[in-house]
């Protein structure tokens, strides 16, 4: 199974209407890209300093599975309307044993 891991601080004066729509939108691809097992994200709960505002999960059966993924229409939709939101960003996909 491949994890994949991405965090994210937002832009300032990024609108709280528009962190919500990344939510949602992350939601809606969780629900209709067959290639994702399962998909969380949230804000960052300020916990510890240095931290990422934002953060998403999401699981794959193998590397095929996440590639096709990479290039689902509704990904590239997705990163085409909030990619830019980002100030930073960082990113990992690990094997996990299940």
């Given at each position: 199974m491949i994890r994949h891991i991405v965090m994210f601080n937002w832009k300032a004066g990024t609108p709280e209407s528009i962190k919500t729509d990344v939510v949602q939108g992350f939601d809606h691809m969780k629900k209709n890209i067959e290639h994702v097992i399962n998909m969380d994200c949230g804000n960052d709960q300020g916990l510890a300093?240095?931290?990422?505002?934002?953060?998403?999960?999401?699981?794959?059966?193998?590397?095929?599975?996440w590639a096709a993924y990479r290039v689902h229409p509704e990904h590239l939709a997705f990163v085409q309307k909030f990619g830019a939101l980002s100030a930073e960003i960082a990113r990992i996909q690990f094997e996990i044993q299940r």
């Open positions: 300093e240095g931290n990422y505002d934002f953060a998403m999960i999401a699981d794959f059966a193998d590397k095929e599975a």
